[in-house]
């Protein structure tokens, strides 16, 4: 059975720090993108950074520029989401999301095949 699995999240200070694993068991990684998404209540999923299957590539949104990284482990079939900086609006529940390869800055939740079941984030004092 393929799963992804989110685990990390938690309640954190504003100007926090946090980081997000994202592993999968049932298949390898090594032939997947994967992209961070995070809905807030009562807003729609968005898509916060991705990477691709090699690591070549990265791109995040620009709201988490400078704050966010990812990076990933293919060994330990693990991908993360280093956050710092945090700020009240990053609260929301964290998803990640597996795609064949490639990510690209014209994709949406869509364009993805698996997905995790989230863990929450809340940025507060």
């Known amino acids: 059975q393929l799963e992804l699995v989110e685990s990390g999240g938690g309640l954190v200070q504003p100007g926090g720090s946090l980081r997000l694993s994202c592993a999968a068991f ?57 956050m710092n900086s945090l700020r009240p609006e990053d609260t929301g529940v964290y998803y990640c999301a597996a795609r064949p390869y490639y990510c690209s800055y014209d994709e949406g939740p869509h364009d993805y095949d698996y997905w995790g079941q989230g863990t929450q984030v809340t940025v507060s004092s």
């Open 26 to 82: 049932g298949f390898t990684l090594d032939f997947y993108a994967i992209g961070w998404f995070r809905q807030a209540p009562g807003k729609e999923r968005e898509g916060v950074s991705c990477i691709t299957s090699s690591g070549s590539f990265t791109k995040s949104a620009d709201s988490v520029k400078g704050r966010f990284t990812i990076s990933r482990d293919n060994a330990k079939n693990t991908v993360y989401l280093q």
